[in-house]
């Protein structure tokens, strides 16, 4: 047994505390849940194996990679990597500024020092260990059909995992220290939304601005700029050590031991140089907080509206105020970049792009909708006040959908209407989308809405599986239908029943639908 | 001809009401409240207290029973009920991005009070209860009591003729419970009525007109603090002797 204080202790407690969380957030609570949380998961794994069979399946029988595989394997683990420091920084950033336990832990006779260190580490296991997870289905398919050389992949997984985390720890420690305690929060946010999306929007802006047509038209593609002549023609030799992680997945056992240590190395050197000082900086976080409130405007002179819009003015007011809301549901709307990158390159020539950027628009705006409903209607700070107010309850619900509505006619008007410029059918069809996607997706929200606090957005989606699957289920349908209407063709009908059926589903497994039943 | 004296409206009344959560927490229960009464319901934790004033305020919906807010339906006609009741519970109901002026302004518009009237009677309200420091400042950094001022003063910017206030006083500071306190006594001296749950008996002691004591969802006793003592036996002294009294004494005969 471990002796009270001591690391191991430490370690102890936070994976207890850590496996707790989990299996609530797994089962949201529910006991009985438990079996049906196996059962899917078993039912996750087997697809994701399906689903890497069909994908990586034929690139099983790589033995003397050529410099194309190379590229297109790094390009890969770069993608991995910025998501894996994406994720990191988030984790990193949430452990300065969420208080739980620290007032205890810090008002307590032990080196903070050793906590600190255990929670750096548990980051950084959690982070590579949901890399390994998903990482796995693809390296075990490649092993089956490969053979096991491909297993190394596992330990190249392990090496990039703690390289990001250590790269996470750097960065967010360096932030604190140049822009102070309280940008960092909402900066960092940013920063890792950014760093998580980057390298996919960087991969398809540099195919859009490239001059080949060919990877221009096939966006969808990813990473078909990768296997281009031109990157190949301004990539390393052969022999670089840039190809040592690539090399490592490939099974090389000097890249596979130096990637993996390098990882390690960096990942102890982080926690060590600054887990000493993480007490110091959670201390000034605290202060940061509660130190000078803002302000809003001194003057103010109330203004005579009617309830409905009263309450639709506070839900764009707060939404409005705080930014770090507005950074966790506009980043949807980078990935509207490369769209519309290529809207403005496909302008000169009213070509297919303007088809291609449809479903994009629609997808993101279901989403979006998602967010700012599910903030609306279940992220009330005051349900008591509202329905204590003497208004009827289905003023109060369209009051909160036009609220939702408004901010995405607000967002995608300028994409619309730029579209409109290009080309107006599309431009009619992406508009009627991305207010059915909006409406699906708020719809669902209203089936599905709780009482939970705007600070809780973050885990939104594991207070109801089925709310977070079929709105994503629902956006990627009528963003279908979008596709193909703005393309002419009647399979639209097939996508848009489905979206129909979808909604339907979703209806009677909600809590509503279900006490209606 | 002398015409008939008008019939006065009790500012609650309440019959029969019932609401079970597997088992019933409010069982049956008769409670009325007279216009410009501060009433006081006491009881032990669990006794239906609170989900008896959630189901006046209408955020509960009873299984049985009427419940008259002036005579209103308050089940029949929500909206209209609704329109002269303020509800403030333990827990401050404030948005942490709205200034207090702000969330006045927001509650105010709710109640669709005229914007001039609403904004004289907030900065009234601000100034009365020592808020007019945080007047333009985000709630999100203010203290737990300030909060508690800024909700009262939002229940009380649409001048409701009843006010419920569950615990209102947990967690105030001393200078704080008495700012509230005053501000409730002075609404009833203005001919409002207040009902108020409390576990502080020395609140109820001081400032109830009437104090009812429930307990497993029923109205066990009800009278003022003398009526309550003779109600519980010689040996009752204080209120808290009273009230432990009243609680035994039904929880033997059940």
């Known amino acids: 047994m471990s002796h009270p204080g001591t690391l191991v202790w430490f370690a102890r407690h936070e994976s207890r505390l850590a496996w707790r969380d989990w299996l609530a957030m797994m089962t949201a609570g529910g006991r009985w849940r438990t079996r049906s949380v196996a059962i899917i998961c078993l039912i996750v794994l087997v697809s994701m194996h399906l689903l890497a069979l069909s994908v990586v399946g034929r690139y099983a029988d790589i033995s003397e990679p050529d410099k194309a595989t190379l590229v297109t394997i790094t390009g890969c683990a770069l993608m991995s990597w910025s998501l894996m420091v994406s994720q990191a920084l988030e984790a990193v950033t949430r452990a300065f500024y969420t208080r739980a336990d620290l007032d205890l832990i810090l008002s307590s006779p032990v080196a903070a020092r050793k906590i600190f260190s255990v929670r750096m580490a548990t980051m950084a296991l959690s982070i590579t260990g949901m890399a390994v997870l998903l990482a796995a289905p693809a390296i075990n398919v490649l092993a089956l059909r490969g053979g096991s050389h491909w297993l190394a992949a596992y330990g190249a997984v392990v090496g990039l995992g703690t390289s990001a985390a250590a790269v996470a720890l750097a960065l967010a420690v360096a932030m604190f220290r140049t822009i102070g305690p309280k940008r960092t929060r909402l900066i960092a946010q940013i920063v890792a939304a950014v760093i998580g999306a980057a390298f996919v929007i960087g991969v398809q802006i540099a195919a859009i601005l490239s001059a080949d047509t060919r990877l221009t038209s096939t966006l969808v593609s990813r990473f078909a700029l990768l296997s281009s002549d031109a990157a190949l023609a301004v990539a390393p030799d052969i022999d670089s050590v840039v190809w040592w992680p690539a090399r490592a997945i490939l099974g090389d056992p000097g890249a596979l031991a130096g990637g993996l240590a390098a990882g390690l190395v960096v990942l102890i050197a982080a926690i060590v140089l600054f887990a000493r000082n993480f007490a110091e900086h959670v201390i000034v976080a605290t202060g940061a907080a509660q130190a000078a409130p803002q302000r809003a405007r001194a003057a103010h002179t109330f203004r005579q509206m009617p309830p409905k819009r009263m309450l639709r003015r506070k839900e764009w007011l707060l939404l409005r105020r705080d930014p770090w809301l507005i950074s966790q549901t506009l980043m949807q709307l980078l990935y509207l970049a490369p769209p519309a990158l290529l809207l403005w390159r496909g302008f000169g020539n009213r070509s297919e792009a303007a088809t291609l950027i449809v479903p994009v628009l629609v997808m993101a705006a279901g989403q979006l909708a998602g967010g700012l409903a599910w903030l609306a209607i279940s992220g009330e700070d005051a349900p008591d006040l509202i329905a204590t107010a003497p208004i009827k309850a289905n003023q109060i619900v369209q009051a909160k959908i036009e609220a939702v509505l408004g901010a995405i006619v607000l967002a995608f008007s300028p994409f619309v209407l730029a579209l409109a410029l290009v080309s107006t059918w599309p431009a009619f069809i992406a508009a009627i989308g991305v207010l059915t996607a909006a409406a699906a997706a708020t719809t669902i929200q209203l089936w599905f809405r709780a009482q939970a606090r705007r600070s809780h957005f973050r885990r939104r989606q594991t207070s109801s599986r089925i709310a977070t699957i079929a709105e994503a289920l629902s956006s990627i349908a009528w963003a279908a239908t979008a596709g193909l209407a703005a393309a002419d063709s009647l399979l639209a009908l097939v996508p848009g029943t489905i979206g129909l059926i979808i909604l339907g589903c979703t209806r009677k497994l909600s809590p509503r639908g279900a006490a209606a039943a | 001809m002398i015409s008939p004296a008008p019939v006065i409206e009790p500012a609650l009344a309440i019959r029969g009401l019932v609401k079970c959560f597997n088992r019933p927490a409010v069982d049956g229960l008769e409670l009325t409240v007279r216009r410009g009464e501060f009433y006081t319901l006491l009881g032990p934790n669990g006794a239906g207290k609170t989900t008896t004033l959630r189901m006046v305020a209408g955020l509960l919906r009873p299984d049985a029973g009427t419940i008259l807010i002036h005579g209103i339906d308050a089940l029949a006609e929500p909206v209209a009920a609704k329109g002269c009741v303020a509800w403030?519970?333990?827990?401050?109901?404030?948005?942490?991005?709205?200034?207090?002026?702000?969330?006045?302004?927001?509650?105010?518009?709710?109640?669709?009070?005229?914007?001039?009237?609403?904004?004289?009677?907030?900065?009234?309200?601000?100034?009365?209860?020592?808020?007019?420091?945080?007047?333009?400042?985000?709630?999100?950094?203010?203290?737990?009591?300030?909060?508690?001022?800024?909700?009262?003063?939002?229940?009380?910017?649409?001048?409701?003729?009843?006010?419920?206030?569950?615990?209102?006083?947990?967690?105030?500071?001393?200078?704080?419970?008495?700012?509230?306190?005053?501000?409730?006594?002075?609404?009833?001296?203005?001919?409002?009525?207040?009902?108020?749950?409390?576990?502080?008996?020395?609140?109820?002691?001081?400032?109830?007109?009437?104090?009812?004591?429930?307990?497993?969802?029923r109205l066990i006793a009800q009278g003022t603090l003398a009526e309550l003592r003779d109600q519980a036996g010689r040996g009752a002294t204080s209120l808290e002797d009273t009230f432990l009294a009243l609680v035994a004494e039904q929880a033997a005969a059940a």
């Open chain 2, 88 to 217: 403030i519970s333990d827990e401050p109901m404030i948005y942490d991005k709205l200034t207090p002026l702000e969330y006045l302004e927001f509650v105010a518009g709710l109640w669709g009070i005229d914007a001039g009237v609403a904004q004289a009677r907030a900065h009234e309200l601000i100034g009365w209860l020592g808020l007019g420091a945080h007047a333009t400042q985000y709630c999100e950094g203010l203290s737990k009591g300030t909060r508690q001022k800024v909700a009262l003063a939002g229940a009380l910017v649409h001048d409701p003729s009843l006010i419920i206030l569950d615990e209102p006083l947990t967690g105030l500071d001393a200078g704080s419970a008495r700012q509230v306190k005053g501000v409730l006594r002075e609404r009833v001296a203005q001919g409002g009525t207040v009902i108020m749950t409390t576990h502080i008996l020395e609140v109820a002691e001081r400032m109830a007109d009437r104090i009812g004591v429930i307990a497993a969802g």
